[in-house]
């Protein structure tokens, strides 16, 4: 029935069957379907709003995702490491009520210090507005690891759910147009909320029931490991959170809402190799053979890249020119930078991987270290020289060089027999 395929689609088709690339390809679909409703919101938010409000807006964004991600501690990762052999309800109640609580506590802080962190967000002084950043906050906290129990259970297809309808903030961005800034953030915020509900009744289904509980003997036991990817996660994601702030304050907001666009488009990129990879410590925690699972994950990751950035490089003009003439004029030479460190990220983003399926948490922290000091230096340092362009060469060198200084460990670890 199928001697009319070539052998290797044939191959590919049969791969496409197994656990790791299945699981992988809802992962690319969840951030597809995640970039494209982003793409839709902002492009929306480009139209009805000034671009000084959408900077403000990406800003508060920026902040919320930084502060989740440093209360997160690396228990999202010991979710994925520890839901097989430990009670899950117990794990994820614990995990949400740590990590959450860290949350609104650092939240608090940058509402009190705001002045000296982003002065430009001074509308989080009203009591309004800061409690509803503090709700938004830890709603978001609890997402993120609600998306991560969908995961370790191999239960991608409800994480996918789950980010489809966060894709609903686009249906509140029309009608909040009048409240600025503010209403760009509530229309998200909103989203988190309705995600959440649905999120919890679906965990409930599938057995794992939310408590008022904290195991203390579960956060003993994962320390060194949760702590250790903690570091290294934040190392690695940080960035994302950091450089819009930097770009507020020394380019100003109508640059930062070319560059925030830009970043949102270009995600989706960057989201293909941390989904292959997200697969690949799944599976790997699972007992894969790790060198045959690495080089599938490392085929599938490029196989998707190198026709996506060709689409990206030569249509992002087009895509560009719909949200806006001004995002296109100002961001099209950043967007064509940006999609080529996407390569680099693959390489990267596979290997640490490895490093969490060796459980060797020292050299993830030092090579996740390396890179969000050349990404936040060289970001830094090229946006005064560049202006905005050089974020664009601040990912692509600061990867490029992760990705030598990776390739150089893998080679000797291979040639070592440590991959088996």
């Known amino acids: 029935m199928h001697t009319w395929i070539p052998k290797n689609q044939r191959r590919l088709i049969s791969h496409l069957r197994e656990p790791l690339l299945k699981n992988a390809i809802t992962l690319i679909l969840t951030s597809v379907s995640s970039a494209g409703f982003g793409f839709i919101f902002w492009m929306l938010t480009a139209k009805l709003y000034p671009e000084t409000d959408v900077g403000i807006a990406s800003a508060l964004i920026s902040s919320i995702s930084l502060l989740v991600l440093l209360s997160r501690f690396g228990l999202d990762f010991s979710i994925i490491r520890f839901f097989p052999t430990n009670d899950r309800s117990r794990i994820f109640s614990t995990s949400v009520i740590a990590t959450t609580f860290f949350a609104v506590i650092f939240g608090a802080i940058f509402i009190a210090s705001v002045d000296v962190f982003s002065p430009e967000l001074h509308l989080l002084k009203s009591p309004q507005n800061a409690m509803f950043f503090l709700l938004v906050l830890a ?8 998306g991560t129990s969908f995961i370790a259970i191999r239960k991608t297809e409800f994480y996918l759910i789950q980010n489809v309808i966060l894709g609903s903030k686009i249906f509140f961005i029309i009608p909040l147009a009048a409240f600025g800034a503010v209403g760009i953030f509530g229309a998200i915020g909103i989203s988190f909320i309705l995600a959440l509900l649905v999120a ?31 570091l ?27 560059y925030y666009i830009v970043f949102a488009i270009t995600s989706l990129l960057f989201m293909i190799p941390i989904s292959i990879s997200t697969s690949l410590f799944v599976e790997g925690s699972h ?76 050299g993830l922290v030092i090579l996740s270290g390396v890179i969000f000091v050349l990404l936040v230096g060289l970001g830094y340092m090229f946006m005064l020289t560049f202006g905005m362009v050089g974020l664009g060469y601040a990912w692509v060198v600061s990867y490029g060089l992760s990705a030598v200084i990776v390739g150089v460990i893998a080679c000797k670890e291979v040639w070592q027999g440590r991959w088996i």
């Open 287 to 362: 007992g894969e053979a790790l060198k045959k699972t690495v080089l599938k994950s490392l085929a599938a990751a490029f196989s998707l890249l190198i026709p996506a950035v060709f689409i990206l490089y030569l249509g992002g003009g087009w895509l560009l020119n719909i949200i806006g003439e001004s995002y296109s004029e100002n961001g099209l030479e950043l967007l064509r930078i940006m999609v080529f460190a996407s390569f680099f990220m693959a390489v990267t983003s596979i290997y640490f991987s490895v490093k969490r399926i060796q459980k060797d948490v020292k």
């Open 139 to 146: 709603v978001n906290s609890a997402i993120v690891l609600t």
């Open 232 to 258: 290294a996660g934040t190392f690695m994601t940080a960035p994302n959170m950091i450089l819009p702030i930097m770009a507020l304050n020394m380019l100003g907001s109508e640059k930062l809402a070319y």
């Open 200 to 230: 919890l009744v679906i965990l409930m289904r599938l057995g794992i029931r939310p408590m008022f509980v904290v195991d203390r003997s579960f956060l003993n036991e994962t320390f060194h490991f949760s702590v250790g990817n903690y």
